[in-house]
């Protein structure tokens, strides 16, 4: 079946301005998580939606990071106002027990 | 709060040789845990969990793991590697009864030569 999917592969923009990166689930998973790789910190979790619960936004380094979960299912991560230590690949992975799916991440480069 | 510790970011093998990765947490509850792979400009792959039972794990494409909760260590291996287990690999944890986000460790990257 389908896996995790995300939009877009890479994203260019410059300091300042704000993006928006899509993470799509596995159809009925009810977690969904946000996590940041890049060279410097290795993998990082950002934020975890489980159900109608609210979210565990305890990995968020600023609040310029945002997410939010639509109908259970596709999830928007925004940054606003970017800065060039945002650039990292973010990955979105799924989960309806144990086993977190990953999907194949954003790579965000902010020049 | 959990953390991990692989000791080794880069591990170069020849072609069929055996191979450890390890990697050691450190966690005041119970744990599961887990060993991910990364093949270049892709997402993370699971290639086998811990969540109970036999301390000796087995995976995905010939890999096994052991958990040792004395020494608190998860160390990942395969008898003969092949060229295409080329990848980074991650450990990860997870406690019990708490948040259910992953914790990794900053992976090791692997390489295979012939």
């Known amino acids: 079946g389908a896996g995790v999917s995300q939009s877009p592969s890479n994203k260019v923009t410059e300091k300042g301005k704000d993006v928006e990166l899509r993470c799509d689930p596995i159809s009925g998973h009810t977690a969904l998580y946000w996590y940041r790789q890049s060279l410097g910190q290795g993998l990082e979790f950002l934020i975890y939606?489980?159900?109608?619960?609210?979210?565990?936004k305890s990995g968020l380094p600023s609040d310029r990071f945002s997410a939010e979960r639509t109908g259970g299912s596709v999830s928007t991560l925004t940054i606003q106002r970017t800065q060039q230590e945002d650039s990292a690949v973010y990955l979105c992975?799924?989960?309806?027990?144990?086993?977190?799916?990953f999907g194949p991440g954003t790579r965000l480069t902010v020049l | 709060a959990q953390s991990v510790t692989q000791l080794d970011s880069q591990v170069p093998v020849f072609e069929e040789a055996p191979v450890e990765l390890r990697c050691n947490y450190s966690?005041?509850?119970?744990?599961?845990l887990f060993w991910y792979v990364q093949y270049p400009n892709q997402g993370l792959q699971l290639l086998l969990k811990y969540l109970s039972g036999s301390t000796l794990v087995k995976g995905i494409n010939g890999f096994e793991a052991e958990f040792n909760k004395s020494q608190t260590s998860f160390h990942l291996r395969k008898p003969s590697v092949h060229i295409s287990d080329t990848a980074e690999y991650f450990c990860a944890v997870r406690g019990l009864g708490g948040s259910e986000k992953l914790v990794f460790g900053k992976g090791t990257k692997l390489t295979v030569n012939p």
């Open positions: 966690s005041s509850v119970s744990v599961y």
């Open positions: 939606f489980q159900g109608n619960s609210a979210p565990d």
């Open positions: 992975a799924s989960s309806l027990e144990l086993e977190q799916f």
